[in-house]
């Protein structure tokens, strides 16, 4: 029996292109947004159809790997729950992980790939020349955006004694913690487990399951009073999601990259986020608000702009009076357009490249504005 995510049909429009006066293309896909206690603010398409998590899932795969007695913080902590651009910090940081767990990049089990940052695969090159080594293809598994969450798997299998080289079966004993921090969080059991592209099991949830989990992670991780030990399974949790929150809030650039889209939303708004594969994406305001987005093409063009927008027209931004990650709409507006491509279309007579267009909030995006106006 094949399982599936929600159809075009039950998708709302999120976002579309516009390129010289033209909507060439349409992203359709469903987003929701909660409130700190969980309750929807903003529906849209069906929040509640379960959806492969992809990459989004790491922050939770992260805190399971830190309660079984991972030694992580500070970067590594981050490390464990990026999807790294393998910048020369990225991989420095990885490699450090494995030595300080008595392992190696031979003991990871995530496919080998290229640096993704220019700069590092050059340095790399022009180390390999001067060694007199063959340097045009620079691969290794370190490498690879998903080596700190496999890193970290590796050293919670080894901080209890358990086989290194089967730590990716779902039935080992971390992947089996990682399904009960999932299940804590999102208060919901996932629908399915899949393989994700790293080879690790991957969970089918709700975006409102999602986006529960994670909003749950950055409130009580970044939250100066303790929680109350009644509030729910994920509460025995807090040291872990408050080691990671701290450590990405701290260094923005270890969860994808400088520059990078999610890196950017952290660095400069003080919003927890995190991208996936196939359209997939969360994020989470300090005091709990928590948006998540599917866009049901697979594309992540228009999850950065689909997510923060959501927030802002929930109020999200509004709620945190005072605090640094408490922008005001020029802000968001400013940040939306850093992380977000124009639609180009050849150069002007200086050779500069010519934006055409760009990508717009879809009609079910804009009406939540116009009925916020009325």
């Known amino acids: 029996m094949t399982y599936s995510t929600f159809t075009p049909g039950q998708a709302a429009e999120l976002a579309v292109?516009?390129?010289?006066?033209?909507?060439?293309?349409?992203?359709?896909?469903?987003?929701?947004?909660?409130?700190?206690?969980?309750?929807?603010?903003?529906?849209?398409g069906s929040p509640d159809a379960s959806v492969f998590t992809r990459s989004s899932l790491k922050p939770l795969q992260a805190i399971a790997a830190m309660s079984l007695g991972a030694q992580l913080e500070g970067p590594s902590a981050a490390l464990a729950a990026a999807s790294h651009k393998s910048e020369a910090g990225h991989v420095e940081v990885v490699s450090a992980m494995l030595e300080a767990a008595g392992l190696?990049?031979?003991?990871?089990?995530?496919?080998?790939?290229?640096?993704?940052?220019?700069?590092?695969r050059r340095q790399l090159q022009e180390e390999a020349r001067a060694a007199g080594e063959d340097s045009t293809d620079p691969r290794s598994r370190l490498y690879f955006n998903c080596s700190g969450k496999h890193a970290a798997f590796l050293a919670a299998a080894r901080a209890i004694g358990a086989d290194?080289?089967?730590?990716?079966?779902?039935?080992?004993?971390?992947?089996?913690?990682?399904?009960?921090?999932?299940?804590?969080?999102a208060s919901e059991a996932p629908s399915a487990i899949g393989i994700d592209g790293c080879g690790a099991p991957v969970f089918a949830l709700s975006l409102t399951g999602l986006a529960r989990a994670i909003g749950r992670v950055v409130r009580m991780g970044c939250s100066d009073v303790a929680v109350e030990e009644?509030?729910?399974?994920?509460?025995?949790?807090?040291?872990?999601?408050?080691?990671?929150?701290?450590?990405?809030?701290?260094?923005?650039?270890?969860?994808?990259?400088?520059?990078?889209?999610?890196?950017?939303?952290?660095?400069?708004?003080?919003?927890?986020?995190?991208?996936?594969?196939e359209g997939v994406i969360v994020m989470a305001t300090r005091t709990g608000y928590a948006v998540a987005v599917k866009c049901l093409d697979g594309s992540s063009r228009a999850t950065g702009l689909v997510a923060l927008t959501l927030l802002q027209?929930?109020?999200?931004?509004?709620?945190?009076?005072?605090?640094?990650?408490?922008?005001g709409s020029e802000?968001?507006?400013?940040?939306?357009?850093?992380?977000?491509?124009p639609v180009?279309?050849?150069?002007?007579?200086?050779?500069?490249?010519?934006?055409?267009?760009?990508?717009?909030?879809?009609?079910?995006?804009?009406?939540?504005?116009?009925?916020?106006r009325d």
């Open 17 to 44: 292109v516009e390129r010289s006066g033209f909507i060439e293309s349409r992203h359709i896909g469903s987003a929701v947004v909660l409130d700190p206690e969980g309750s929807p603010l903003i529906s849209l």
């Open 104 to 120: 190696d990049v031979s003991d990871l089990q995530c496919p080998s790939a290229h640096p993704a940052d220019g700069a590092f």
């Open 164 to 185: 290194t080289a089967t730590y990716l079966s779902p039935d080992h004993p971390v992947q089996q913690k990682v399904a009960e921090v999932v299940a804590a969080f």
């Open 230 to 277: 009644t509030a729910g399974a994920w509460t025995a949790y807090e040291p872990e999601a408050r080691t990671l929150t701290e450590a990405v809030f701290a260094d923005p650039w270890t969860i994808e990259g400088h520059g990078r889209p999610n890196s950017t939303v952290i660095d400069r708004l003080g919003v927890f986020a995190k991208g996936g594969a």
């Open 313 to 327: 027209r929930a109020g999200a931004f509004d709620a945190e009076p005072g605090a640094a990650s408490a922008p």
């Open 331 to 341: 802000t968001v507006d400013a940040v939306i357009a850093e992380i977000t491509d």
């Open 344 to 372: 180009t279309g050849g150069t002007d007579s200086e050779g500069r490249t010519n934006v055409v267009g760009r990508l717009e909030l879809g009609e079910d995006i804009a009406d939540i504005g116009e009925r916020k």
